[in-house]
């Protein structure tokens, strides 16, 4: 099954830029997806397709997928980006078509 | 407004049958290219695809859990429903339902998703 690794937490103070990485073998061969989950809330697509954004997500959520190594940034970061990110492809060939990543914890200061 | 909301019991007990709804409201699971699928989440752990139904009826199962689960439509009510047999305290988790538009399409992202339900197995 495919595999995508990402760092268990991020720490960063308002105003600076956080970067979210997602590590799976040629994954800039796929596109990936992004999530942001807070306790008790629906999780929200912030980035489709490496580096897309849904209507209403701000220009601040950013992504980009190259190698081995895709990554989620945010900029100016606020305290209401607290939350666990989850970057996905889909893989055909896997168990799990649908293969979520590890999940990151950003932390803000 | 498109929502998606998920029900079911919030306690099952080993060896049972787990059935949850998802009920949505501001789209069609009929409508060509729309998928409804299931995902869980342990706590404390990843996300985790189970199944997911399509607008022609068609079905898809994570091949792990696939000879347990069950994923249907009612298109009358506006509902997915899922079944998962013989429980185990290892499938304690808050399982989600979520949409994907234009699955049908190359399209494999989650645009919207249920708030979740937590089911927790216990005897």
Partial sequence: ?109 | QVTLRESGPALVKPTQTLTLTCTFSGFSVTTSGMCVAWIRQPPGKALEWLALVDWDDDNYYSTSLKTRLNISKDTSKNQVVLTMTNLDPVDTATYFCARIRYCTSGVHYFDLWGQGTLVTVSS
């Fill in chain 1, 1 to 109: 099954s495919y595999v995508l690794t990402q760092p268990p937490s991020v720490s960063v103070a308002p105003g600076k830029t956080a970067r979210i990485t997602c590590g799976g073998n040629n994954i800039g061969s796929k596109n990936v997806h992004w999530y942001q989950e807070k306790p008790g809330q629906a999780p929200v697509l912030v980035v489709y397709d490496d580096s897309d954004r849904p209507s209403g997500i701000p220009e601040r959520f950013s992504g980009s997928n190259s190698g081995n190594t895709a990554t989620l940034t945010i900029s100016r970061v606020e305290v209401g980006d607290e939350a666990d990110y989850y970057c996905q492809v889909w893989d055909s060939s896997s168990d799990h078509p649908y293969v979520f990543g590890t999940g990151t914890k950003v932390t803000v200061l």
